[in-house]
C-alpha cells in the first residue's frame, strides 16, 4: 500500500506528489484524464493550464510574484518548469502551455516513488490521501465530498477562458508590438481601436448571444476572471478601464494614443499561438467570429480555440478546512488546488505543496512547519481556513492584504510591499534551514 494518495494529476496534485516522492514516500497519483475529460481539458498531459498561459507578475512588489519566489525556494516542480518553458510576457511569466505541461508529466511518470492509477474516483483512497481534483471535481468524486463537509459548504462559481488566435492570421499592418509604458521587450501584439469602433464593438458584444451554461447568471462569476461580455454590460467604458484599457501604449509609427487598444500575449514558444488577455468568454463560437472579428486587425483571425465557461467548485474553507488544507472532521484527508478555495495557477501550486510538506511531517511523526502569515504560501493557506470573518467566503487570489502587516511604516507602496517580501523570504530561508526534510 502507498504510504499517501493523491487524487487529480492538476498543478496541486503533482506539485504534491512530488514533494512527497522526492522525500522517499510512495505515492498513488489518481488521474481520470484521458478516459474521462472535463468541459474545460483537451489534454491527456498532466497540469493542463485551462485558461490562461501566463503565470502573472514577477516582481516582488507583487504578491504572486513573491508567492513564486518562495515556492522556487522550496524546489517546487511546477516553477522548474515554468522557467524552463517561459515565453515572453513583458514583466509576467508566461510559458508554452504544452511544452509546460509536457516536462510536469514526464517527470511525474518517470518517478520511481509514485504509481499512476488511471480512471475516475468515486470514494476517498484508504489512509493518508490527499484530494487535488479541480474546480472541475467529477460527478462521480462529489457525493462523497459532499458525504464528507456536508451540502450547504459545498460551493461553486463560473470562470472562463479566452481564445487563441494563430499569429498568422492577424493583420499586423493594423497592430504592432509593444509593451505598456515600454517596460521590458515588445512582447504584446496590440490591436488599436478609435472611438467609433470600440463603441460599435462594445454595444454588439453587450447584445451577443450566450452559449447556454446551466445556472449561470452574471452574478455569479469570478471578478477576476470574468467574461469579457459581462464587463460590456457594466457600462461602455469598462473595458477602457479594464483589459482594453490604452494608457501606456503608444503607436511606434506615430507615437499616438489610440481609444482603445485589445492585447494578445504569446502562448508557445514558437510564437506561432496568441491569446486574447482579458478575453474570458461564453458567446457561442460564431459570436466570437462575429464580435471579435470587429477589431480591425482579428478581422480574418483563425480561431484554433474558442473561449468557453465552466463551473468552479469549491469547499467553504473557514468552515471546513485547517491550516494544513486537511478536513477538520478527518484530518486523514486533505484537499488542495482550486477546490480548496484558492484561485490561480500558482496559488493552486502552493497549495499542494503545503499540503504535501505538513502531511510528509505528519507521516514522519513530526510536528508541523506551521508557515506564518509573514509568508504568502502560509498567508494562503490562513485565509482560506479561517480569513472570511463575514461568512461569505469567496474564491482568493494571493494578495498583500492577507499577509501580516509591517511593524514599521513605509510611505512608498512599492517599497513597502518589497520591504514585505525581503521578510517573507527571510522567514521561509529560516525554515528551510532549520527543516532537514524541506532538503
Not at 448571444?209 to 457594466?234: I, Q, T, Y
Not at 471579435?292 to 473561449?307: C, D, K, N, S
Request: aromatic residues 8%.
Amino acid at each position: 500500500m502507498a504510504d499517501i494518495s493523491v487524487v487529480g494529476a492538476g498543478l496541486a496534485g503533482c506539485e504534491a506528489a512530488w514533494q512527497l516522492a522526492k522525500r522517499g514516500f510512495s505515492v498513488r497519483l489518481y488521474e481520470m484524464k484521458p478516459e474521462k475529460m472535463t468541459p474545460a481539458h483537451t489534454s491527456p498531459l498532466f497540469s493542463e493550464l485551462v485558461c490562461s498561459n501566463s503565470l502573472r507578475g514577477d516582481d516582488l512588489a507583487n504578491a504572486v510574484g513573491l508567492l513564486k519566489e518562495e515556492l522556487r525556494r522550496l524546489g517546487s516542480l511546477m516553477m522548474a518548469s515554468a522557467e524552463a518553458h517561459r515565453v515572453p510576457a513583458g514583466g509576467a511569466l508566461a510559458v508554452d502551455r504544452e511544452a509546460f505541461a509536457r516536462t510536469i508529466t514526464e517527470a511525474i511518470r518517470n518517478h520511481p516513488n509514485i504509481e499512476i492509477v488511471p480512471g475516475e474516483v468515486t470514494a476517498f483512497p484508504e489512509g493518508e490521501c490527499i484530494i487535488a481534483t479541480g474546480p472541475l471535481t467529477s460527478d462521480g468524486l462529489i457525493p462523497a465530498i459532499s458525504a464528507a463537509c456536508g451540502e450547504a459548504d459545498f460551493l461553486h462559481f463560473f470562470d472562463a477562458a479566452a481564445p487563441l488566435i494563430a499569429f498568422d492570421s492577424i493583420d499586423m499592418t493594423k497592430a504592432w508590438f509593444g509593451s505598456r509604458y515600454g517596460k521590458g521587450t515588445a512582447d504584446y501584439i496590440n490591436c488599436p481601436m478609435d472611438k467609433e469602433q470600440y463603441q460599435a464593438f462594445v454595444t454588439e458584444l453587450a447584445a451577443a448571444k450566450e452559449a447556454p451554461v446551466h445556472g449561470f447568471e452574471d452574478a455569479g462569476v469570478f471578478e477576476g476572471c470574468m467574461p469579457v461580455e459581462v464587463m460590456a454590460r457594466r457600462g461602455e467604458d469598462t473595458l477602457r478601464y479594464g483589459p482594453l484599457k490604452p494608457v501606456g501604449l503608444r503607436d511606434p509609427e506615430t507615437g499616438e494614443s489610440h481609444y482603445a487598444v485589445v492585447q494578445l500575449r504569446r502562448d508557445n514558444d514558437e510564437g506561432s499561438v496568441y491569446n486574447l488577455v482579458g478575453f474570458q468568454t461564453h458567446l457561442t463560437f460564431p459570436e466570437q467570429r462575429r464580435v471579435f472579428g470587429m477589431i480591425p486587425a482579428l478581422a480574418q483571425a483563425e480561431y484554433l480555440r474558442y473561449g468557453k465557461m465552466h463551473r468552479n467548485t469549491f469547499l467553504n474553507g473557514p468552515a471546513l478546512l485547517d491550516r494544513y488544507y486537511r478536513l477538520k472532521s478527518q484530518p486523514r484527508i486533505a484537499f488542495a488546488g482550486q477546490v480548496t478555495g484558492v484561485e490561480g495557477y500558482v496559488e493552486s501550486c502552493a497549495s499542494g505543496m503545503l499540503a504535501a510538506l505538513e502531511a510528509a511531517r505528519r507521516l514522519r511523526g513530526l510536528p508541523p512547519l506551521d508557515f506564518p502569515r509573514t509568508t504568502a504560501i502560509g498567508a494562503l493557506a490562513l485565509y482560506v481556513s479561517g480569513g472570511a470573518a463575514s461568512g461569505d467566503f469567496q474564491p482568493m487570489n494571493v494578495n498583500f492584504g492577507i499577509i501580516e502587516k509591517l511593524d514599521e511604516r513605509i510611505r512608498g507602496k512599492r517599497e513597502r510591499y518589497l520591504k514585505v517580501s525581503e521578510r517573507a523570504l527571510a522567514d521561509l530561508d529560516q525554515i528551510i534551514r532549520r527543516e532537514e526534510t524541506l532538503t
